[in-house]
């Protein structure tokens, strides 16, 4: 063996274990690792301008590819600043690893400049969160944190680097590539499933969110599809089945249909495949209860500690999703009796999910997602972080197969153009949209800068309505036409898109919408359409006026 800094250890690491793309703001914590990356042109190494940016698009990169997304921030605020991705990556159930620089470690406990104690900061965010004070056991840290994050419910590891470790000069035995683990369901499961399917008058299926994969999505369609089976996404899991499938329900969370709804309820067995059944994908832990009386719950998840955590399941199912997604798909039972239900969910889904006129709407943005349906293909990536702007997503577009949709179930704002950044430099190939409100984008507009300065081929359709508009929505249901603290007083988003290099159009009328769209289709690099909207018009359901009871 022979001598490297910590830095090139653990970047022989992250090399030996198929990283190809690191997310950074650079810190003098860990100078030893940005030399070690100079040294290593097959990771791509992105200077991002915010921690929250880096965290994000480290998340939607580990969302996409199924590898843990990496991230290096320095201490401190460093730290801090990523802190809510990595709480996204916790509530998604995404793997990624997060690297801190620390400073010496003769110097801790001290609270030297910027110090914090970091397993005791992320632990409770964290799959896993531990501090490397010895350069020679690097290798066996991050072989750990690779299993960590991806094995049972994904999720982030956060490792804490001193600075002076990193520049120790040591003998290390390299690990080798930490391969997946697959645990395969009990056939006796199975079987006892068809069993239930063959007792069950009105079956529904709740998928996506932990260990998802184009795999699993693949085999479960085909799965529903022959035996007639309603397929229902979890919350902003839109892409967990081709929404082409003949019997796909549509997506549970907020604003979702009601027949829909109601399908649930009358369910007699509901078939929950990666999905938590957390409180946004079954409103508030009502629309199946935790215990769900009149009901059977078959749970499939891929980490025991998930199975009984919350919801008592009839038939726990602990399995990796695409091994029970393709045994479901390959087993036969001749005496099932195929239901009728699931193109029935299809066609109320379709119903639902077509915009209808709105009388005295001058910017509907309803029919501007149809004529965006029309121009792009299935394969567009549409990224979007929170606000009842993406309602109208939610509801109108209509998500191939995956992965197309990076959307956080946390519910955080500021994700889609992170995300939507990450995304055009994993598919360069693909369409890529972010979908925006306006006080969302300005929590992480800023990564526009980080676009131009990689290349990123992206389209941004922000939605301005001078408003923090779901914040203003609840505060008219509650306290009616008392405004405090929501209103917005924004920039010239065009100009603000050009000054990074891009090009905009602004859009005040539905009919100004198809032809703006085509021209930013027409174009490359960063092209931004500022829809002006009325706050009045505040979902694709409700209107202010109704909120205070107007109307």
């Not at 409770?124 to 531990?130: C, R």
């Not at 946004?280 to 832990?285: E, F, K, L, P, Q």
């Not at 036409?481 to 905009?504: C, H, M, W």
Request: glycine residues 10%.
């Amino acid at each position: 063996m022979t001598l490297r800094t910590g830095g090139q250890i653990l970047v022989d690491q992250l090399r030996i274990n198929g990283c190809d793309r690191i997310f950074t703001v650079p810190g003098e914590s860990f100078l030893a690792v940005l030399d070690a990356l100079h040294d290593a042109p097959e990771i791509e190494t992105i200077a991002c301008r915010q921690e929250g940016g880096v965290a994000y698009m480290a998340d939607a990169d580990g969302k996409m590819t199924g590898r843990p997304g990496i991230a290096f921030v320095t201490r401190g605020p460093g730290a801090t600043n990523a802190s809510g991705g990595v709480h996204v990556a916790f509530q998604d159930s995404t793997p990624m690893i997060l690297f801190v620089g620390d400073l010496d470690r003769a110097d801790r406990d001290r609270e030297g400049f910027q110090e914090f104690d970091f397993p005791a900061f992320f632990g409770p965010i964290a799959k896993w969160a531990a501090r490397i004070d010895d350069a020679r056991r690097i290798p066996e840290y991050v072989a750990r944190a690779w299993r960590v994050a991806t094995v049972g419910r994904p999720g982030p590891v956060v490792l804490a680097i001193p600075e002076d470790m990193l520049r120790d000069c040591v003998e290390a035995a390299d690990r080798p590539a930490v391969p997946p683990v697959a645990e395969c369901p009990d056939p006796g499961a199975i079987g006892a499933l068809f069993e239930l399917l063959k007792d069950a008058a009105a079956p529904i299926a709740i998928v996506g969110g932990a260990d998802w994969s184009p795999r699993a999505a693949h085999h479960f369609a085909n799965f529903a599809v022959r035996h007639g089976i309603p397929v229902a996404a979890a919350f902003r899991r839109q892409d967990a089945i081709d929404n082409r499938c003949g019997v796909y329900a549509g997506q549970l969370g907020y604003g979702p249909n009601p027949r829909l709804q109601q399908r649930v309820r009358d369910a007699d067995l509901v078939i929950a495949v990666g999905a938590r059944l957390g409180e946004s994908t079954t409103d508030g832990y009502k629309l199946i209860t935790p215990d769900h009386p009149g009901q059977t719950l078959v749970h499939v998840h891929p980490d025991p500690n998930e199975l009984g955590r919350v919801y008592h399941a009839d038939l726990p199912i602990c399995a990796d999703m695409g091994e029970f997604a393709e045994m479901v798909d390959d087993w036969t039972d001749p005496d099932l009796v195929r239901f009728s239900t699931g193109e029935d969910a299809h066609r109320e889904w379709l119903e639902w999910s077509e915009p209808k006129p709105r009388d005295g709407v001058k910017l509907d943005l309803g029919h501007c997602v149809a004529a965006m349906r029309d121009k792009l293909p299935a394969n567009a990536i549409i990224c979007n972080g929170a606000g009842n702007f993406s309602g109208w997503w939610h509801r109108y577009w209509r998500y191939g197969p995956m992965p197309t949709q990076l959307a956080p179930t946390s519910g955080t704002m500021g994700y889609g153009l992170p995300a939507a950044v990450a995304a055009a430099l994993r598919f360069k190939d693909r369409p890529v949209v972010c979908v925006a409100g306006d006080g969302d984008f300005l929590m992480n507009g800023q990564e526009l800068a980080t676009a131009a300065q990689y290349g990123a081929d992206l389209l941004v359709i922000l939605v301005d309505n001078g408003s923090y508009g779901t914040i203003r929505m609840h505060q008219e249901r509650d306290y009616p036409e008392r405004i405090s603290a929501t209103t917005l007083a924004n920039p010239d988003f065009v100009k603000l898109a050009e000054a990074y290099g891009g090009q905009g159009w602004r859009v005040e009328t539905t009919a100004d919408f198809a032809p703006a769209l085509d021209a930013a289709l027409a174009a490359e690099g960063i092209r931004l359409i500022h829809c002006v909207t009325d706050v009045e018009v505040i979902t694709n359901q409700t209107t202010i006026s109704s909120l205070r009871g107007k109307s």
